[in-house]
């Protein structure tokens, strides 16, 4: 089993009006009293209602699929089978929203889950935690609660692909944490083989939000198309590294200093590399339009003048690394991307540049879950956005730039 | 129009299908089927069948 | 007479014919390195001929258990047959054959519908612990044929006898062998034909 080292928890940041964050400090978590004080009494509501508000405000998932959170709720049976997933394992190595979020604000998280649980009529909810500060906090925020619900946390570590939700299921379920060969979603058969809503933290704290300042609160701030804010996690060259609360629709030239023509990476290590920023606004249907998805919520920038080409080759190592090992495509081309990209960084000319575009058009779409999609996407990206300075490694070798250290990577303890 | 369908985690590169249903399916250079289009020809049915059947692992399905 | 002689050749053929199955089954589930076309042509003709043998059996195997009822040399009557160790004469090996039977005809079932059984994970558990009974019964059929053959004792009989055991024993040894050094990491035969690369855990 790998452990991941757990880095010190992130700076908070708040561009305009703070409602997830509210009343967060450096302090601690929010507790019980507090968080009634900013968000009033647990905010229960029928079925119906939560359908149309859904509905109405366009909540799409934050787990990185995107999905439109009323589709899923209105595809789940009513019930007291039925079961409720928060998925706070948060895999991807450069998100910390989710652990911010849990760690400061736990009781917004559970309120969600509790309207959810009690719209659908049932008593069930999971949470998985993979961050021991969350998981603690968490734990404890519990006890200081009297929901009419059966709350199991659990803490466990199962590296990037096991965050997938089909593999998170498998794991509660105490079969092996690995997506399965079928894909079956959650509604139809989840945590002890019944219809699951699962979703990520970050979700059910809108939910909450929803839940407790109706359609009109909730809509006020935001862009039409998505209204409500949205968790960020900033790194690198941005004005407020960490983890932030901002409005949709604000432009990512927001995040920078220098007006927004340095190269970036948006969505985390699944995610995609863009040369420029400029018209690039944070919703997440405007990005997928702009090819490059929102996914975990992550926006990198390197510093200028320095090389990111090192860096790439290791994330690419690391993702390969990640492979659960039951794809053929995935297990064997993942390292030979990575191997076919250190090539090319070493001098390895315009042959190793095809070499690896062959194996990235030959990995993708093959494989039983995201993984080698995802990165093959972040590697062609950067080929894409790093074109010039590519081609110079491929010829020359090293750039003689400063390495850039800004994309962080989990310490694997084995 | 029926399709053939890849069950990624129980296929062990074995090649049956590739040798079966040359039409549809290659083998990439670590012996993985990659299939060629998406539907299936009523002509070549059968013999996407009988391949199914052959794997090893029966990682091959044809579906509706 | 003739039909005791039928039904005492029939037995004997089915037992051929199933240890083929058997140990062509046991051969075929080991990991084999080679995916060259010829090797694979090979493989498909062993997958018919293993299919092949289990049919021969199965028509020999019905016809020596009807010869067996029909013939009125020895007194094995229809529910002697169906309920084991149940028959007058020579009750625990005819009662090993009924058993012999019933396993066949599970493994012969599981076999053909293999395609639509297995359609998951958990089916594909269940299905492979069925069609695995293929080596009991066969054990059971050797068994059954030492005990109640009359032939039991003769040279050709005894050699038979050791060279099915010795083709299962074989197919068996290649399987074990081949299962504690492939199969235990998944992507067994893959990873047995392609060098690791180093980035590979």
């Not at chain 2, 299936?40 to 009988?50: H, T």
């Amino acid at each position: 089993m790998t452990i991941l080292s757990e880095p010190p928890l992130a700076a908070v940041h708040i561009y305009g009006e703070p409602r997830l964050l509210a009343g967060v400090t450096e302090a601690g978590p929010v507790d019980l009293r507090r968080h009634r004080e900013l968000h009033g009494e647990l905010p229960l509501r029928r079925r119906s209602w939560l359908s149309a508000a859904l509905t109405d405000v366009n909540l799409r998932g934050r787990g990185g699929a995107d999905f439109p959170v009323a589709v899923k709720f209105d595809a789940m049976p009513s019930g007291s089978r039925v079961s409720i997933l928060v998925n706070g394992s948060e895999g991807e190595p450069a998100s910390r929203k989710d652990r911010v979020l849990m760690s400061r604000a736990p009781h917004l998280v559970l309120d969600g889950a509790v309207v959810v649980a009690h719209s659908l009529g049932t008593r069930r909810i999971t949470i998985v935690v993979h961050d021991s500060a969350a998981h603690d906090t968490l734990v404890h925020a519990l006890r200081e609660r009297r929901d009419p619900c059966k709350i199991t946390i659990t803490h466990a570590q199962h590296g990037f692909v096991g965050g997938e939700i089909r593999a998170v299921i498998n794991g509660v379920n105490g079969a092996s944490p690995v997506p399965g060969g079928r894909r079956v979603l959650p509604v139809s058969r989840g945590v002890a083989g019944q219809p699951t809503f699962a979703s990520n933290v970050e979700t059910f704290a809108h939910i909450a939000l929803l839940a407790a300042r109706g359609t009109a609160g909730f809509a006020r701030v935001g862009s039409t198309e998505e209204p409500g804010t949205t968790l960020v996690t900033l790194i690198g060259d941005v004005r407020h590294p960490g983890v932030a609360e901002v409005p949709t629709g604000v432009p990512l030239s927001a995040f920078f200093d220098a007006s927004g023509d340095g190269t970036v990476l948006i969505g985390g290590y699944h995610g995609t590399w863009v040369d420029s920023t400029d018209g690039l606004v944070l919703t997440r249907a405007r990005l997928k339009s702009s090819g490059a998805p929102f996914n975990a919520g992550v926006i990198a920038r390197p510093f200028g003048g320095t090389c990111v080409v090192d860096e790439i080759v290791e994330v690419s190592r690391w993702l390969a690394g990640e492979s659960i090992g039951q794809c053929g495509p995935c297990l064997f081309g993942l390292p030979a991307i990575a191997d076919d990209l250190a090539h090319v960084a070493a001098r390895g000319g315009a042959e190793a540049l095809q070499t690896l575009s062959r194996h990235l058009d030959v990995v993708s779409g093959r494989g039983a879950c995201a993984h080698p999609d995802g990165s093959v996407q972040f590697v062609r990206s950067a080929l894409n956005a790093y074109d010039h300075h590519i081609r110079e490694h491929a010829l020359s070798g090293a750039c003689g730039r400063t390495p850039s250290t800004v994309l962080p990577l989990p310490r694997r303890i084995r | 129009m029926s399709k053939l369908e890849i069950d990624w985690t129980r296929c062990d590169a074995h090649g049956l299908c590739a040798r079966l249903l040359p039409e549809k399916i290659t083998l990439d250079e670590w012996g993985f089927p990659l299939i060629e289009g998406r539907g299936l020809d009523e002509s070549i049915i059968r013999d996407a069948r009988r391949a199914a059947l052959a794997c090893p692992a029966l990682a091959l399905r044809v579906a509706r | 007479m003739t039909v005791w002689y039928l039904a005492r050749v029939t037995g004997m053929v089915a037992l051929i014919a199933f240890t083929l199955s058997t140990a062509l089954g046991a051969f075929s589930s080991a990991v084999l390195g080679g995916g060259s076309p010829p090797q694979l042509d090979r493989r498909f003709l062993l997958q018919m001929a293993h299919r092949s043998a289990a049919v021969t059996g199965l028509v020999m195997l019905l016809a020596h258990t009807a010869l067996i009822v029909v013939d009125s040399f020895v007194d094995v009557s229809v529910s002697d047959a169906l309920v084991p160790f149940t028959a007058g004469y020579r009750p625990v090996a005819v009662g090993l054959g009924s058993l012999a039977v019933y396993a066949t005809i599970s493994v012969a079932v599981s076999g053909a519908l293999r395609g639509r059984l297995a359609s998951s994970e958990r089916a594909v558990h269940r299905w492979r612990a069925v069609h695995l009974l293929a080596y009991a019964g066969w054990g059971m059929s050797m068994a059954h044929g030492v005990l109640a053959g009359t032939d039991t004792g003769q040279p050709w009989s005894t050699a038979i006898y050791v060279v099915c055991g010795i083709a299962v024993a074989i197919a068996v040894s290649i399987r074990i062998r081949s299962q504690l050094l492939h199969a235990s990491r998944g992507l067994g035969t893959a990873r047995a034909r392609i060098p690791a690369p180093e980035a590979l855990s």
